[in-house]
């Protein structure tokens, strides 16, 4: 079965940075667009950024366009999530996420807190 796991959140303090992991498994990883979700609390889940089977395209958010890169790697079935500069307004859990034939898989999520 599909199953996502993601890793590397913690406390951080502004402008600092953080790299998260997602470990990919049950599915062909390098078929898919894998993308990043976050949910800050008491709101919705949003999306984040996403990337392309090959690696090549990635898009973001508005939001986070030129703090957040995000990257894979087909060998390893992962995909990672770097994020630079964080401010008050990024601390949520992030989730790693992919659609398959209509049905979206999240993993557990990691969660982020920025604070001084």
């Known amino acids: 079965q599909v199953q996502l796991v993601e890793s590397g959140g913690g406390l951080v303090q502004p402008r600092g940075s953080l790299r998260l992991s997602c470990a990919a498994s049950g599915f062909r990883f390098s078929l898919y667009t894998m993308k990043w979700d976050r949910q800050a609390l008491g709101k919705e889940r949003l999306w984040v950024a996403s990337?392309?089977?090959?690696?090549?395209?990635?898009h973001y958010t508005d939001s986070v366009k030129g703090r957040f890169t995000i990257d894979r790697d087909n060998d390893k079935n992962t995909v990672v999530l770097q994020l630079n500069s964080l401010i008050t307004e990024d601390p949520a859990v992030y989730f790693c996420s992919v659609l398959i034939f209509g049905s979206t898989f999240w993993g557990q999520g990691t969660q982020i807190t920025v604070s001084s």
């Open positions: 990337i392309s089977p090959d690696g090549r395209s990635t």
